[in-house]
């Protein structure tokens, strides 16, 4: 239908006819001289319908010019030309085609609202497909495009071959909640979609697959937040007779060829290695951004006899710490501002958060404004800026509590801080977290539950040694961090039955559970499962950041709302009784709210 | 863990000392002197234990070599040699690794079952991993890959864009039965699983994308032959801006290039094109196999007016047909065997097939045998002896029923004669099949249904012109056919949308449900959709044929079984009460048995 793209034409085609097709993106009608700038894919170029062309018919070309509305759908046959007034903004500012036939393929009704008028995401979502049409939105998109085309490629050209797993499978009530499907064929029971195809890869290894991957869709029925999705797209990969470098070394790879690839940058080589112990004392996270330079210093050593109540009892505590954060020329910041911080802080578990702006630290105690100072004893004070390494125009702020809660809340203060006070570096800054602990204690459910995911090996190779210290336990994890996102995680998993029986032991998971659950992965780990590990990229949350957006729903082409909803086909409905029938089940109807006075 | 693979050790290895990493695929101790036949995903190479090796401590690789039990996981690290006793069967057979050390990796116990049993279709599911793991089924899995391998390498240099749409989205209850998905935030409303992902892609070309494809799961709750699964997986293209020769053009060339890469096969440039009409009077399929040469011949004007009820009373129909089909050289058949293909075209709608074994054409009556020559005047006889070209040694079929009832009955019966008398000749025969019938009609529900889908563009373009000649109207859809299968179908579709309201209501969805159902659509179309049409291919399907194996199953690394089961996890499942509660279903109690006597 067409014979070049608009976006396309250059100075090279002038005096040729080209037939071009797209959207009318600006049609204005000057009384007998008509312009139309005619958007596809490719970009905008202008179209003039003229009377003193030297075209035949050019009246009637005119005359449907002039009828031409904004985004109707248009082929238009015309010459190219130099143009007298060259516009710089567009690549194809040096020409315009001058019309010799116009046909309206597709008139375009007036639109609900337009681009610019910056509608709320429910409007968006509702008429998705002229979001999407927007430049900005298929940029976005062809991001997504060009970041999976170049990981398929990388993976395609290094072996790994490409296997679908299925996604109506058994539900397994480890981790997040499954959607559900109900079985026609066999009423009572039902299929669930897979939250990953975890349990599936593994067993492709065992079926001797050596390197698989997968662009895999998974299914999570969680509250949605501004990251999440109920559906998400992730690159599964999984290694037969490998050990971790294996498989660090190869995904580091692949992510750093991908980066080159979409977006002419060289990240670092190699990524940093922290051990997660190590994040979460210098940064207070498990995925730290090491483009904010801030860590933390932790100073209970150094208060464990001072007056500071919260202090000296946090510093003397078995699991406690006490850490201290220099922000940088921050204490210019307002009592109001680091209120912000604190409230921040709090919902992190912080019970208050103390603070001390440094004017001059030559001046000691002179030289710092701090409700707290006057708890400090001269020595501690200087010990303290002397440790932080604090500067006039700092601020330094203060976190105690247990170790893990301390080290969460100053994190968020952390990454709070950096963003306001514009101490984030532009760039990429990856590295890789390693030894995660094995087990999270959980209070409530008083039993251990898995920090990864119950088929992560611990570092140790032997089952009573893992037995004897659950507690301190580390696991063979390991996660990909890039500015400050978990963009990947993995680790070796366990291939021995043995082992993988102790750690549902551990997990609370008796025998029975374990064989009802999982039974078919103890038993292909029984006939022949070779070492085997692997890792998973969240593939949303790459392109989220490739396209410098912040939601993944930029770089879906159909997500749903926060409330789980599609805008546009109305996903979910209401399904009539006699088709639920088919499937054997029935809404149950809701339950009388307690607050209503029962009918007497 | 590894420097080489098995299957890749060749003779220009000789001395050098290598790592592999494998399963024992055989072992024989032969006191003192072990074999052990080590298989990777690559091939399989001999491993020597031997007590005369120079290395060091051989004593203990001995002892651990004669251990070693049919599957287990080894790492053996050794040296290449010279073998003496060529093994000219497998590719690695003029060497052997002499070991220095062998690592039990992963002992495995006795297997359920060995390949070489041919265990039943249920036991190869359940240990799915244990047949995959054989050299047969890693061949046909890895022939899947590449297929989808050289698809997405042909469709991103030809910039086609790779957009996922979802999983989880709306009801739409035209064509097959879909799953539902109970939506756990919003009570009583149920998501579903796309059967293919036709309205978003129509969706993507409104929104400006241009080329789109994706290998997209579909989901159809319907009975399971062998070749359907509840889900199944199609490479899905949309074009804007096109008209048929477009997709067409584009399908072809990249079919071709697939069966070139994959393997090494020309097909036919360009492929035949024929009607749907043509294909049902030639073949009497939508999806003719052309490997099979048999045509049929009608001789309803040729018996008209002879004295053998059937054939004059549907010859003189108006919907009539009379289809002669010779089978060369089937003279031969018993009258068992003819009486075998009556009934299988009794299952298409079939009364009766007559017949007529040829012994010699010339000889007129006295050259044939057959029970309805009676019937037939000598010039009659003559004439269909001529019409269908017969020869001594051949058997003509007669079928005659109503146009269509006939068409596919002799269509199966030509078929089943081509595969039983061995008449399907090897290779690849490719065809296009267009010009579908735009509507059938539905006698039970009195009305209209669409052929193809309700979005299938008609080849007139006027609204009243297809009203008026509904019955007889084309459409703009084609099937791309390969040795009988259809491998793909599409179509342009409707672009506007008083077109498209107008085919909904020739289907009797009437303006009220049509906007219900699909108002998305609609809208879409007012608001400047482009004229657009796409296909989808089968990949199962696909590739179980370059597979060459008639299964689906074969290449799908996880299928579900007829009865929609996977005996490897056991889903579906029955789930606990609590957690339908949180998605707001029950399971119906079962229906009383209708034949069960009630209780008093």
């Known amino acids: 239908m067409r014979t070049h793209f608009c976006g396309l034409i250059d100075e090279s085609m002038i005096g040729q006819s080209v037939t071009l097709c797209g959207?009318?993106?600006?049609?204005?009608?000057?009384?007998?001289?008509?312009?139309?700038?005619?958007?596809?894919?490719?970009?905008?170029?202008?179209?003039?319908?003229?009377?003193?062309?030297?075209?035949?018919?050019?009246?009637?070309?005119?005359?449907t010019a002039a009828q031409v509305g904004y985004?109707?759908?248009l082929r238009i046959t015309g010459t190219v030309r130099k143009r007298q007034a060259v516009n710089n903004r567009v690549p194809t500012g040096q020409v315009e085609v001058v019309a010799t036939h116009i046909e309206v393929l597709n008139k375009a009704e007036p639109l609900p609202f337009h681009a610019h008028e910056n509608p709320g995401e429910d409007i968006r979502l509702k008429y998705r497909y002229l979001d999407l049409r927007t430049p900005e939105m298929q940029r976005k998109m062809r991001t997504r495009t060009k970041l999976v085309q170049a990981l398929r490629r990388w993976l395609d050209a290094r072996g790994f071959q490409d296997i679908e797993t299925p996604i109506l499978t058994k539900a397994t009530p480890e981790g997040a909640r499954d959607f559900l499907v109900p079985a026609r064929m066999h009423p009572g029971e039902f299929y669930a979609l897979p939250q990953s195809p975890q349990l599936f890869k593994q067993i492709l290894m065992v079926a001797g697959f050596d390197r698989y991957y997968q662009i895999a869709r998974c299914f999570?029925?969680?509250?949605?937040?501004?990251?999440?999705?109920?559906?998400?797209?992730?690159?599964?990969?999984?290694?037969?007779w490998v050990e971790e470098s294996d498989v660090q070394d190869t995904a580091e790879a692949m992510i750093r060829d991908a980066f080159r690839d979409v977006m002419q940058v060289e990240l670092a080589q190699p990524f940093p290695r922290i051990t997660w112990a190590e994040a979460m004392r210098r940064f207070g996270s498990d995925k730290p951004d090491l483009r904010i330079e801030m860590e933390f210093t932790d100073?209970?050593?150094?208060?464990?006899?001072?007056?500071?109540?919260?202090?000296?009892?946090?510093?003397?505590?078995?699991?406690?710490?006490?850490i201290a954060l220099r922000a940088p020329g921050a204490a210019s910041l307002s009592r109001k501002q680091i209120d912000d911080i604190g409230a921040h802080a709090a919902k992190y578990g912080a019970k208050g958060l103390a603070w001390m702006k440094i004017e001059d630290p030559a001046q000691g105690r002179e030289g710092v404004n701090s409700p707290i100072a006057k708890f400090l004893d001269d020595a501690t004070l200087a010990a303290i800026l002397q440790a932080t390494g604090a500067q006039g125009g700092d601020l330094v702020l203060f976190g105690a509590a247990a170790y893990n809660t301390a080290s969460e809340f100053m994190g968020a203060v952390r990454l709070k801080l950096g963003k306001d006070l514009g101490l984030v570096r532009e760039g990429w800054a990856p590295l890789w977290v390693t030894d995660f602990p094995m087990f999270e204690w959980d209070d409530e459910a008083q039993r251990y539950v898995a920090?990864?995911?119950?088929?992560?090996?611990?570092?140790?190779?032997?089952?009573?040694?893992?037995?004897?210290?659950?507690?301190t336990a580390v696991s063979r994890g390991y996660d990909m961090v890039l500015n400050g996102n978990e963009i990947g995680g993995g680790s070796i998993r366990i291939h021995r039955p043995a082992m993988q029986s102790a750690v549902f032991e551990l997990l609370g998971i008796d025998a029975g559970e374990a064989q009802a659950k999982?039974?078919?992965?103890?038993?292909?780990?029984?006939?022949?499962?070779?070492?085997?590990?692997?890792?998973?990229?969240?593939?949303?949350?790459?392109?989220?950041?490739?396209?410098?957006?912040?939601?993944?729903?930029?770089?879906?082409a159909f997500p749903k709302t926060t409330g789980a909803q599609c805008p546009m086909t109305g996903a979910p409905s209401p399904i009539p009784d006699a088709q639920l029938a088919e499937v054997h089940v029935s809404v149950r109807p809701k339950p009388a709210k307690v607050d209503e006075p029962a009918a007497e």
């Open 518 to 556: 999982f039974g078919f992965l103890l038993d292909a780990l029984r006939y022949g499962a070779p070492p085997h590990g692997g890792i998973a990229f969240g593939i949303d949350r790459i392109a989220a950041l490739m396209a410098g957006t912040e939601s993944i729903r930029d770089v879906i």
């Open 299 to 322: 100073i209970a050593e150094l208060v464990k006899g001072c007056e500071f109540k919260v202090f000296t009892d946090w510093a003397n505590a078995e699991d406690g710490r006490v």
């Open 71 to 73: 985004e109707d759908c």
């Open 23 to 63: 959207w009318a993106d600006v049609a204005r009608d000057l009384g007998g001289l008509c312009f139309i700038d005619l958007r596809d894919h490719e970009g905008i170029v202008q179209v003039v319908a003229e009377p003193d062309s030297a075209a035949e018919g050019n009246a009637a070309v005119i005359a």
């Open 451 to 471: 920090l990864h995911h119950p088929f992560t090996a611990p570092a140790v190779d032997d089952v009573a040694e893992l037995q004897a210290n659950a507690k």
């Open 220 to 240: 999570r029925d969680e509250a949605l937040r501004a990251d999440r999705q109920l559906e998400f797209t992730q690159l599964d990969m999984e290694f037969a």
